[in-house]
C-alpha cells in the first residue's frame, strides 16, 4: 500500500508540473497562480502546496525536468575511447543535446524561460539563463583544452577562445531556432554548423 502510495504521489507531482508547463506557456509566469495550475490539473491548491513550497520551488522543478549537463550527455553516448577524441565528444554530445531540445516539453521549457519569465520574487530568468550557458562553456572549455593537449586544436586558437565561441555559437542556433522552431530542424541544422565549426578549429596535423 505505502508503495502504491509513493508511486501516486510521484505522479501526482508530475501531472502538476505538466500543467505548469502548459499555464505558464500560455499566460506567462508572473501571471500565473497556483490556484490556475491546479485548476489546470484538476486539483486543489492544496496539493500543489503538498508537493512545492510555491511557484519559484514549481518552476525551478519543472526547469529540473530538462537539464541536460554537457558531461552527462558525453557519459549517456557510453564509448570509454572518446576520452582520447574530444573533438569527437563534443560533437556528439551536442547532436544528442539537440535530439532532446526538440522534444515538446525541452522546447516548451525552455521557450517558457526564455520568453515568458519576468523576474519576480525567487526568479531570475537571466541568472538561470546564465548559469545554464556557463555550466556548458565551462564543459566544453575542458574538453577543448584536452584538445589542445593532445594536439587536436589548432595552435592559434586558445581553448578558452574556442569554448566561448562555440558557446556563442551554440547559444544563437539555439534562440534562433527556438523562435522559429518549425520552419527548421535544430538537428541538421545545428549538425551542419558543428562540423563547419570544429573542422575550423582543428588542427590540420
Known amino acids: 500500500m505505502a508503495r502504491r502510495t509513493k508511486a501516486e504521489a510521484a505522479a501526482t507531482r508530475e501531472a502538476l508540473l505538466d500543467a505548469a508547463e502548459a499555464v505558464f506557456l500560455e499566460r506567462g509566469v508572473a501571471r500565473t ?34 537539464r541536460m549537463p554537457f558531461q552527462e550527455l558525453v557519459e549517456e553516448i557510453g564509448d570509454p575511447g572518446l576520452a582520447q577524441q574530444p573533438l569527437e565528444a563534443i560533437r556528439l554530445a551536442c547532436l544528442s543535446g539537440f535530439e ?14 526564455i520568453h515568458h519569465c ?34 587536436h586544436l589548432r595552435d592559434d586558437v586558445p581553448p578558452e577562445i574556442a569554448a566561448r565561441l562555440f558557446q556563442a ?37
Open 33 to 66: 497562480s497556483l490556484e490556475q495550475i491546479a485548476r489546470h490539473a484538476g486539483m486543489t491548491r492544496g496539493a500543489v502546496y503538498w508537493h512545492f513550497k510555491n511557484k519559484a520551488d514549481l518552476f525551478r522543478a519543472m526547469l529540473q525536468r530538462v
Open 100 to 113: 532532446r531540445l526538440e522534444q515538446p516539453r525541452y522546447r516548451r521549457v525552455h521557450a517558457i524561460l
Open 118 to 151: 519576468e523576474t519576480f520574487a525567487e526568479i531570475d530568468p537571466l541568472a538561470m539563463q546564465n548559469e545554464i550557458a556557463e555550466e556548458a562553456c565551462g564543459a566544453l572549455l575542458d574538453y577543448f583544452e584536452c584538445a589542445a593537449r593532445l594536439g
Open 169 to 205: 555559437m551554440l547559444g544563437g542556433l539555439f534562440h534562433d531556432w527556438l523562435r522559429n522552431y518549425e520552419t527548421f530542424s535544430l538537428h541538421e541544422r545545428g549538425a551542419q554548423l558543428i562540423e563547419t565549426q570544429l573542422q575550423l578549429l582543428r588542427s590540420s596535423s
